[in-house]
T-cell receptor
């Protein structure tokens, strides 16, 4: 079955630390990849997305993600986190079997301490 | 531009009842998708509507249904509610396809007693 895995369920960092959140998917065809973020008490919002082209994608608030097709991965990175990055992060993929439905990972809760 | 709005924001029902949730997409958006969010299962795709037609469907029982009106507003209905239907139901709208950026609403928190 098509699936999206986020192996880090809960990450705790100090401010200025570097962040990498893993995301893997199980499908060998063409996919579109997304990272969404949900800040406490706020709606889900798009951080960045990859459809094609340069596999290194830059998003809002200094986030970036790298698509590695051979590893079926789309990891999210930020060189230096801030307290305001405390949130839940969701990886999502669509294009499985040529449908548009968006499949989400289970999410990673990030806590950043000052 | 106003964002995606969902009504009601909170709902308490009892087992066996039915419920209808409403979603108004961003003006000009024609695709509306629904998701169920629970602590155990995360975000799961329910269905997507475009031009009043269901275009994609997730793996939920037939008790979950939806529709879209000519103004792109959408409703979802859950019949014969079960305790396990307690969840946050999120609606997202996009311009044409769900590959376009999806904008999410605040959700409707449904509690089934």
């Amino acid at each position: 079955a098509q699936s999206v895995s986020q192996h880090n369920h809960h990450v705790i960092l100090s401010e200025a630390a570097s962040l990498e959140l893993g995301c893997n998917y199980s499908y060998g065809g063409t996919v579109n990849l997304f990272w969404y973020v949900q800040y406490p008490g706020q709606h889900l919002q798009l951080l960045l997305k990859y459809f094609s082209g340069d596999p290194l994608v830059k998003g809002i608030k200094g986030f970036e993600a790298e698509f590695i097709k051979s590893k079926f991965s789309f990891n999210l990175r930020k060189p230096s986190v801030q307290w305001s990055d405390t949130a839940e992060y969701f990886c999502a993929v669509n294009g499985f079997g040529n449908t548009d439905k968006l499949i989400f990972g289970t999410g990673t809760r990030l806590q950043v301490f000052p | 531009k106003a964002g995606v709005t969902q009504t009601p924001r909170y709902l308490i029902k009892t087992r066996g009842q039915q419920v209808t949730l409403s979603c108004s997409p961003i003006s000009g958006h024609r695709s509306v998708s629904w998701y169920q969010q629970t602590p155990g299962q995360g975000l799961q795709f329910l269905f997507e509507y475009f031009s009043e037609t269901q275009r994609n469907k997730g793996n939920f029982p037939g008790r979950f249904s939806g529709r879209q009106f000519s103004n792109s507003r959408s409703e979802m209905n859950v019949s014969t509610l079960e305790l396990g239907d307690s969840a946050l139901y999120l609606c997202a709208s996009s311009l044409e396809r769900s590959t376009d950026t999806q904008y999410f609403g605040p959700g409707t928190r449904l509690t089934v007693l």
